[in-house]
């Protein structure tokens, strides 16, 4: 079935790197662009990076800028989250996420996030 | 950036209820509004995007509305498969902020 699923998620002290993988079944992961949200528990999901669908536009949340490197490989349908430099506040459940979009005589109308994985933890402690 | 005020945080309600959640947004933007079901252990699953546009395969039950600031989710007839907890977001530009939420419990 089409799906999202992340690994690479763990326990880490503060100050190291983790790299998360998000492996895309039954799409095309080039015909999206793709996100990664996080969230912890209690608290509303946190929105943290975009890669647009050939790779080449990236944009992250400003609470992770210069820490985390967004990356894809679309001949593997794989996208990748690097993350350096955690911090004790980035202890979260991550997920990639699909952008999709609909338009109304070509202008854009509606973008939306329409298929999620289940996530990977990450605790920094 | 846009920020979102979701209300209420939580609600009981009892099957065959309906329920109405609001979100309001810091800037106009147009229906780029969207919202999420997310219960625990599973994948969130989108609803309704463009503020009232009906993701395929969601029951019926579940309607959008709003333009502008001001949205909002209801749902008509709850079913025991609808207690769960409820997010918007906006997508009209990064960072593509959510709600907190807003937790639907069995009265």
């Known amino acids: 079935q089409v799906q999202l699923l992340e690994s690479g998620g763990g326990v880490v002290q503060p100050g190291r790197s983790l790299r998360l993988t998000c492996e895309a079944s039954?799409?095309?992961?080039?015909?999206?662009?793709m996100h990664w949200v996080r969230q912890t528990p209690g608290g509303g999901p946190q929105w943290v990076a975009i890669?647009?669908?050939?790779?080449?536009?990236?944009n992250y949340a400003d609470f992770v800028r210069g820490r985390i490197t967004v990356s894809r490989d679309n001949s593997n349908n794989r996208l990748y989250l690097e993350m350096d430099n955690l911090r004790v506040e980035d202890t979260a459940l991550y997920h990639c996420?699909?952008?999709?979009?609909?338009?109304?005589?070509?202008?854009?109308?509606?973008?939306?996030?329409?298929?999620w994985g289940q996530g990977t933890q990450v605790t920094v402690s | 950036d846009i920020q979102m005020t979701q209300s209420p945080a939580s609600l009981s309600a009892s099957v065959g209820d309906t329920v109405t959640i609001t979100c309001r947004t810091s800037?106009?933007?147009?229906?780029?509004v969207n919202w999420y079901q997310r219960k625990p252990g599973k994948a969130p699953k989108l609803l309704i995007y463009?503020?009232?546009s009906m993701q395929g395969g969601v029951p019926s039950r579940f309607s959008g509305g709003g333009s502008g600031t001001d949205f909002s989710l209801t749902i008509r007839g709850l079913q025991p498969d609808d207690f769960a907890t409820y997010y918007c977001?906006?997508?009209?530009?990064?960072?593509?902020?959510f709600g907190q939420g807003t937790k639907v419990e069995i009265k």
């Open positions: 996420a699909r952008g999709s979009h609909v338009t109304y005589h070509d202008i854009l109308s509606g973008y939306y996030f329409d298929l």
């Open positions: 039954r799409f095309n992961l080039r015909e999206y662009d």
């Open positions: 890669i647009s669908n050939d790779g080449r536009h990236k």
């Open positions: 800037q106009s933007i147009s229906n780029f």
């Open positions: 463009a503020a009232s």
């Open positions: 977001q906006q997508s009209n530009r990064a960072p593509f902020n």
